[in-house]
């Protein structure tokens, strides 16, 4: 009972904490709607980029126009959750460079919770609206048998997926601890090679492929739980980089990732010297 009590405490402080910050960003309504909208307009040039590509050729690698916007519209959906909910990960090398992370330390409540909820990224919004029109549109397009217990697998893959993500940008942010640099300048080197899982990983050279599959898991995040989704009824090695059953490990990798960054994190804390040293 007192563990169910102190779980919705710090998800009422965790909700409370993002609708301050959202209130605080709204008061500027001219910087929301640029965000909403600059963000929209870029993905939808990646989509008419993808358009151009398959106006020529009906298929890549063996993968349809509406299996690479699945794809595609995964990592836009990461990239709208992300933001919206967790957007205060990017705000931790400036926490770390001006020692504000100290008042986060003194308050009865753990302090990754609060780093991940210490800002809103409106642009989230816009990448929501796109890639759920993309992934509304890729799903209806796609040929799948789907089933009450693939739906639930699905969820359970794209959610993972998710967290695969979010682990990795708390990982790379956390080199803050060492590095004392007040920008993201590493995590956002490695946010853009996550960019690369916005297409199949098996269109790639083999040593990308070696970075997105083991190094940093970013094929997770998508590619691999759409291949699982999708199967392969011909036989023909769909996935090109293994078998498609690989995309039900993903809620394993993302088990991995969120302990990884727990570690990572908590050694940061113990690296941490406030402004006042």
């Known amino acids: 009972m007192r563990r169910r009590?102190?779980?919705?405490?710090?998800?009422?402080?965790?909700?409370?904490?993002?609708?301050?910050?959202?209130?605080?960003?709204?008061?500027?309504?001219?910087?929301?709607?640029?965000?909403?909208?600059?963000?929209?307009?870029?993905q939808l040039v990646g989509l008419a980029f993808l358009g151009a590509i398959f106006s020529r050729v009906?298929?890549?690698?063996?993968?349809?126009?509406?299996e690479?916007?699945?794809?595609?519209?995964?990592?836009?959906?990461?990239?709208?959750?992300g933001p919206l909910l967790f957007e205060g990960t990017w705000r931790l090398p400036w926490?770390?460079?001006?020692?504000?992370?100290?008042?986060?330390?003194?308050?009865?409540?753990?302090?990754?919770?609060?780093?991940l909820s210490d800002d809103v990224g409106i642009n989230g919004l816009g990448n929501l609206v796109t890639g759920g029109a993309m992934?509304?549109?890729?799903?209806?397009?796609?040929?799948?048998?789907?089933?009450?217990?693939?739906?639930?697998?699905?969820?359970?893959?794209?959610a993972s997926g998710m967290v695969v993500k979010l682990s990795i940008n708390l990982i790379t942010n956390s080199s803050a601890f060492w590095m004392q640099s007040a920008h993201s300048?590493?995590?956002?080197?490695?946010?853009?090679?996550?960019?690369?899982?916005?297409?199949?990983?098996?269109?790639?050279?083999?040593?990308?492929?070696?970075?997105?599959?083991?190094?940093?898991?970013?094929?997770?995040?998508?590619?691999?739980?759409?291949?699982?989704?999708?199967?392969?009824?011909?036989?023909t090695g769909r996935a090109g980089v293994g078998p498609t059953w690989l995309g039900w490990l993903t809620p394993l990798v993302a088990a991995y990732c969120v302990t990884v960054a727990a570690l990572v994190f908590r050694a940061g804390l113990r690296r941490y010297e406030s402004a006042g040293n």
């Open 95 to 115: 926490l770390v460079n001006k020692g504000e992370l100290d008042y986060k330390l003194v308050r009865p409540y753990p302090v990754v919770l609060q780093v």
């Open 135 to 158: 992934f509304g549109w890729a799903l209806w397009r796609v040929d799948v048998a789907w089933s009450p217990a693939l739906v639930v697998g699905g969820l359970l893959l794209f």
């Open 68 to 81: 690479v916007v699945l794809i595609y519209s995964v990592v836009v959906l990461s990239d709208a959750i």
């Open 5 to 42: 009590s102190g779980l919705r405490r710090g998800v009422r402080l965790y909700r409370r904490s993002l609708g301050a910050h959202l209130r605080a960003t709204l008061e500027y309504e001219a910087d929301f709607w640029i965000l909403v909208v600059g963000s929209a307009l870029t």
């Open 185 to 235: 300048i590493f995590a956002y080197a490695v946010h853009q090679i996550g960019d690369l899982a916005r297409y199949p990983v098996s269109v790639y050279a083999l040593g990308v492929r070696l970075v997105l599959v083991v190094g940093l898991p970013f094929a997770f995040v998508s590619f691999f739980p759409v291949s699982a989704i999708l199967g392969d009824p011909d036989g």
């Open 58 to 66: 009906p298929h890549v690698n063996g993968w349809s126009f509406a």
